[in-house]
Nanobody
Framework: QVQLVESGGGLVQVGDSLRLSCTGRTVATDNMAWFRQRSVKEREFVGIRWNAGTSGLTEYSSSVKDRFTISRDNAKTTLYLQMNSVKLEDTGTYYC????????????????WGLGTQVTVSS
């Protein structure tokens, strides 16, 4: 059983930075991603870090590209989402996910999920 635990969410202001963390044993070996769910909208892709073959390669959605960065600690136990220059529309619950099969931008392709951490951006 893979358990993922997100942390680091909170209340920030527009333009601030925030770093989210995701811990779990699969961080060391599997492809990992961040998704978010804003209000009643569907869960959406934020970014991915591939771990096999092209280890360390990342890709982001157009809405967060150049503002958010996914990284992993040297101990390979924690996945991070560094959020810079946050905007009001970044408000939502952020989830990390592990192990996908199929289309990585589709949340249904991912097998393991954390319970999420809430990020609220205020003006």
């Amino acid at each position: 059983q893979v358990q993922l635990v997100e942390s680091g969410g909170g209340l920030v202001q527009v333009g601030d930075s925030l770093r989210l963390s995701c811990t779990g044993r699969t961080v060391a070996t599997d492809n990992m991603a961040w998704f978010r769910q804003r209000s009643v909208k569907e869960r959406e892709f934020v970014g991915i870090r591939w771990n096999a073959g092209t280890s360390g390669l990342t890709e982001y959605s157009s809405s967060v590209k150049d503002r958010f960065t996914i990284s992993r600690d040297n101990a390979k136990t924690t996945l991070y989402l560094q959020m810079n220059s946050v905007k009001l529309e970044d408000t939502g619950t952020y989830y990390c996910a592990a192990h996908y099969s199929g289309t990585y931008r589709d949340p249904s392709a991912w097998t393991y999920w954390g319970l999420g951490t809430q990020v609220t951006v205020s003006s």
